[in-house]
């Protein structure tokens, strides 16, 4: 079955400190995979996606995530968390083509500590 | 430019009524789709729009529940004779086929049937 496992439910973290929520998936063809994170009352905004090539990508906000297909995991790190980063954040599995829903996992709230 | 938005931000409904949500896409983007967000639930796929027509509405949890698009452009969920579980947060996002896999969401419209 597909599916995205995002193993922590909650994390703290003090500011400054650095910052990596896990991601697991199970997907039967080559995966497209996604971080988006969502603030209260907004939407999910695409912070950074994988695609092929490279297995470490670049997102916004200073983010970042390796590809490691031995392990389908699909980790979102940051090296030093700011106090505005405090959300809820979904790791995503998809298709290549177009028109592929998107399985999510449940996401990981993250809180910061000042 | 402009993103995905949706309207109303939130609904407030007695059981049994009906009722719709509007989600207005990105510009010349073809594909839309809906999900839904409910506590304890996580991202749930609902449907996918390909231009006026819906190739998947597997996620559709009921007969209540139906959706349309018009002119490839605004699309409108509709559920009948709402039921308390139907509450959950509505959210759209569409994407273009030049950017497969990459779907911007709008801010979603909270729904509370009471």
């Known amino acids: 079955a597909q599916s995205v496992t995002q193993p922590d439910i909650h994390i703290t973290v003090s500011e400054g400190a650095s910052l990596e929520l896990r991601c697991n998936y199970s997907y039967g063809a080559t995966p497209y995979l996604f971080w988006y994170v969502q603030s209260p009352g907004q939407g999910l905004q695409l912070l950074l996606k994988?695609?092929?090539?490279?297995?470490l990508v670049q997102g916004i906000k200073g983010f970042e995530a390796e590809f490691k297909r031995s392990q389908s995991s699909f980790n979102l790190r940051k090296p030093s968390v700011h106090w505005s980063d405090a959300a809820e954040y979904f790791c995503a599995v998809g298709a290549p083509q177009a028109g592929t829903a998107l399985i999510f996992g449940k996401g990981t709230t993250l809180s910061v500590s000042s | 430019g402009a993103g995905v938005s949706q309207s109303p931000s939130n609904k407030v409904t007695e059981k049994g009524k009906d009722v719709e949500l509007r989600c207005d896409p990105i510009?010349?983007?073809?594909?839309l789709y809906w999900y839904r967000q409910s506590l304890g639930q996580g991202l749930e796929f609902l449907i996918y729009f390909q231009g006026n027509s819906a190739p998947d509405k597997s996620g559709l949890p009921s007969d209540r529940f139906s959706a349309e698009r018009t002119g490839g452009s605004v699309s409108t969920l509709t559920i009948q004779r709402t039921q308390q579980e139907d509450s959950a947060v509505y959210l759209c996002a569409s994407s273009s086929r030049l950017r497969d896999g990459e779907q911007y969401f709008g801010p979603g419209t909270r729904l509370t049937v009471t």
């Open positions: 510009s010349g983007h073809t594909a």
């Open positions: 994988y695609f092929s090539g490279d297995t």
